[in-house]
Every structure is written in C-alpha cells, then in structure tokens.
C-alpha cells in the first residue's frame, strides 16, 4: 500500500527571513524528503501497455532505419 506523501506546514513566523530567495537547509531537507516519498510510490507501480507498446514500436522503427 502506498502512503500518501506528508503535508509539512511551516508557518510564516517560523520562516527565516531571507532577501536573497534561497531555501534553506532543512526546507530543502523536507522537499527532498517529501518528493522521494511521492516518487516511491510512483516507482513501484507497473509500467502501462501503452507504454511498453509504444517504446517497443520506436526501438523496431530505429532499428528498421538504421539497417539502412
């Protein structure tokens, strides 16, 4: 079963003021954190058949044009 990636709120006046735009390390840290549970989950589900179908048609198609 997949779990559903965690929400983190930080609040406004938890933030520390920056001028320059850049995150710091630890919001960086939980983005990190946060994408690699979401992508987990989408890594170990199965490839569509459409998919598999398609990449197989262009590797026949690139095949077909290189033995030219």
């Known amino acids: 079963m997949v779990r559903p990636p965690e929400v983190v709120v930080v609040r ?3 933030r ?3 001028g320059d735009g850049r995150l ?6 939980r ?3 946060s994408l690699r549970v979401l992508y987990a989950g989408l890594l170990a589900q199965p490839i569509p058949e459409r998919f598999e179908a398609l990449v197989a048609e262009l ?3 690139s095949e077909k044009e290189s033995a030219r």
């Open 31 to 33: 983005i990190g954190r």
């Open 12 to 14: 406004a006046s938890e």
């Open 24 to 29: 710091d390390a630890e919001t960086r840290r």
């Open 59 to 61: 590797a026949a198609r």
């Open 16 to 18: 520390r003021p920056r």
